[in-house]
């Protein structure tokens, strides 16, 4: 008997963060406990955050379950012969009441070699913006490791890093290696390799509530750092009901569809694709049945699903592997 596959959704992973706020219930509708909530992992099979199918005949099945059953069905053949039954991508949504630590991520050679991972090469979605709100990315100009431990050393890293206003709808690509933080008052959508490795540079000196500060990695950092001025801020178009390219890098390639009305889509079995809703609502009609979804939503369609129909008003970040 062929297996009948659908649009597939999740149960959100949430994570308690010393930044965290209270925006992915009221902007997102995510069933958060906690007021200090920073992110809603969407998508994972980092080990012990495994996503949980949510809906239909899978619903209480893992996403590593699935893929370890079916691989090219759920990945896609392309996929599946480049990363096996590893899924590759992490899905995250982001609220930062406070600012983030400065961090860094190592690149695929020296993740491997230290931790036995992917690096993180990631690209972020601004959803929501209060005034005034910021990212650091990389440096303001060409550095050196000796500028950055000397500015470190004397709580100035700071004077040193880029920084930039955001609102909504700015898009960010952020290359392993790139020194970067997000500020207050942000909603953010994350995509990123599937990798946990974070290297902490500068915390603000904050503490949490048994009054500790957090472990920073100042020397793993050195070697993973990228102290070359860099353009992280993505230019896109945004045609209505078409697939306008955003960022399109080895390791995923993501498009906005604004859409309204009715889109047709054919795709041709090499990948899965994610689409994560930004703003509005839509459904997706497979085998002539409907989907409904929401702001906040992700739906990971399977690599077998070749031929659905995007209906509604919303604003999509379209994901899959080129």
Not at 18 to 46: A, C, D, F, M, R
Not at 199 to 225: M, P, Q, S, W
Not at 228 to 248: C, G, H, L, P, R
Request: net charge negative; charged share 20%; aromatic share 10%.
């Amino acid at each position: 008997m062929q297996t009948k596959f659908y649009p597939l959704q999740f149960t959100p992973i949430l994570k308690e963060r010393i930044w965290g706020g209270e925006k992915l219930q009221t902007l997102l509708n995510k069933s958060i406990s906690s007021p200090i909530t920073g992110e809603s992992w969407e998508l994972s099979t980092v080990t012990g955050d495994v996503s949980v199918v949510s809906n239909g005949a899978f619903q209480g099945r893992s996403l590593t379950e699935l893929i370890e059953q079916q691989p090219e069905a759920i990945l896609g053949t392309k996929v599946f012969q480049q990363f096996g039954t590893q899924f590759p991508l992490l899905f995250k949504y982001l609220d930062a009441r406070e600012d983030l630590s400065i961090q860094v991520h190592p690149n695929d050679a020296l993740a491997k070699e230290r931790h036995n991972s992917f690096g993180k090469t990631e690209m972020w979605y601004v959803m929501q913006a209060d005034p005034k709100s910021r990212l650091i990315v990389g440096f303001k100009e060409d550095s050196s490791p000796a500028e950055y431990v000397e500015k470190l050393d004397k709580s100035e890293l700071l004077s040193i890093l880029d920084t930039k206003e955001v609102q909504k709808g700015d898009v960010f690509f952020l290359e392993t290696g790139t020194v970067h933080a997000i500020g207050a008052g942000l909603v953010i959508a994350e995509i990123q390799q599937t990798s946990d490795i974070t290297y902490r540079l500068y915390d603000f000196d904050r503490k949490d509530a048994a009054g500790n500060t957090r472990e920073l990695h100042v020397d793993l950092a050195l070697e993973a750092i990228n102290y070359q001025k860099v353009d992280t801020q993505q230019s896109y178009t945004k045609i209505k009901n078409e697939s306008n390219v955003m960022v399109d890098c080895p390791y995923f390639t993501t498009n906005l569809i604004p859409l309204e009305g009715q889109v047709e889509v054919n795709k041709n079995g090499t990948s899965f694709t994610v689409y994560m809703v930004v703003e509005g609502s839509c459904s997706i009609e497979v085998n002539g049945e409907q989907h409904g979804y929401k702001t906040g939503d992700t739906i990971l369609i399977p690599a077998a699903l070749q031929l659905f129909t995007l209906s509604g008003n919303a604003s999509l970040l379209e994901i899959y592997i080129s």
